[in-house]
């Protein structure tokens, strides 16, 4: 993964989250073996709604880029995925959607 550049490859929200964080541990590190998780290159793009604790997130430095708020905010959304090139979401811890933001818009 290419961390140089200032784009943002990926948002994940619910990143707070066992599931999130273990997304993100991956798609900084990489899993051996599991080929299905997206390329991702640029800094990850978390979301986190306001009061979650962020200092997991810490180790990671400037490859990921904390944003809180609330996902039903629509105008929060909007600035979350403005140049990113993919989205996860995890709502509720129940599953996951991977979308092409090439493909849609808000």
């Given at each position: ?5 200032n784009?943002v490859?990926?948002v ?8 999130g ?8 590190h990489?899993?051996?073996g599991l ?20 200092t ?10 904390i ?8 105008t ?23 979308i092409?933001?090439?493909?849609f818009?808000?």
């Amino acid at each position: 993964m290419n961390h140089q550049t200032n784009e943002v490859g990926a948002v994940v929200t619910g990143a707070a989250g066992w599931l999130g964080k273990a997304l993100v541990s991956a798609l900084i590190h990489g899993i051996d073996g599991l080929s299905s998780l997206p390329r991702i290159s640029g800094r990850i793009r978390v979301f986190i709604l306001p009061g979650e604790d962020k200092t997991w997130f810490a180790k990671f430095g400037d490859k990921i880029e904390i944003h809180e708020g609330d996902i039903r905010d629509k105008t929060a959304v909007k600035k979350l995925f403005e140049s990113t090139e993919c989205a996860i979401f995890f709502i509720q811890q129940v599953s996951f959607i991977l979308i092409k933001l090439k493909t849609f818009s808000l």
